[in-house]
């Protein structure tokens, strides 16, 4: 089976199991940096320190999802918790793979700030898709915490995180500690 085909057969599946919702969610216009902030349940920090996937029956449906741990480092808003697992529809379970686009992919050692929806769990927990994902990348010669969207592009601030400069050599890249300080703040902590 192709890709394309078995994105086809997870965009119908989640479709026809009353997610609908979801499916539009792959053309999301970028969020406000405070739209972001106030629609998370959940704001923190951590490392991915694994990803499992698995079969999941809903209804009638049987989909792929993959839980995903992250070992907490800092909470912003919402509950403190050292582990948070969050559950993302798509991934492999032997030959098969089920993809849904614009859904961000983990990978064990990954180290992020994560806005998660607020409300009962989904098969999309962040905020604006990708857009509630932000990296935690190292500066040049592996010094300083920087953070970059989810395509891994430096950002320059909060409240341009959706349209990366890209001349970053003229400015600075946002700091993992100015970032993190933007969130309380608005976060009212």
């Avoid at 026809?16 to 972001?36: C, D, H, N």
């Avoid at 919402?78 to 993302?88: H, N, V």
């Avoid at 349209?163 to 100015?178: E, F, G, K």
């Amino acid at each position: 089976m192709t890709i394309r085909f078995l994105v086809r057969i997870a965009a119908l599946l989640i479709a026809l199991a009353g997610w609908q919702p979801l499916v539009r969610a792959a053309v999301v216009t970028p969020p406000t940096f405070e739209a972001l902030v106030d629609s998370a349940g959940d704001i923190f920090l951590g490392q991915v320190i694994s990803t499992a996937s698995r079969f999941e029956q809903r209804g009638a449906k049987r989909l792929i999802v993959t839980d995903v741990t992250f070992r907490t480092e800092e909470v912003l808003k919402g509950t403190s918790e050292a582990l948070k697992i969050l559950t993302f529809i798509g991934g492999q379970v032997g030959e098969l793979r089920m993809e849904l686009p614009g859904t961000p992919t983990f990978m064990v050692g990954d180290r992020d700030v994560v806005f998660v929806q607020r409300g009962r769990p989904t098969l999309m927990p962040i905020v604006g898709l990708f857009h509630g994902r932000f990296h935690v990348v190292t500066g040049p010669g592996g010094v300083g915490a920087f953070v970059a969207n989810n395509s891994r592009q430096p950002i320059a601030s909060a409240g341009e995180y959706a349209r990366p400069s890209r001349a970053l050599a003229a400015t600075r890249p946002l700091t993992l500690s100015d970032f993190l300080r933007t969130i309380r703040t608005m976060a009212g902590r």
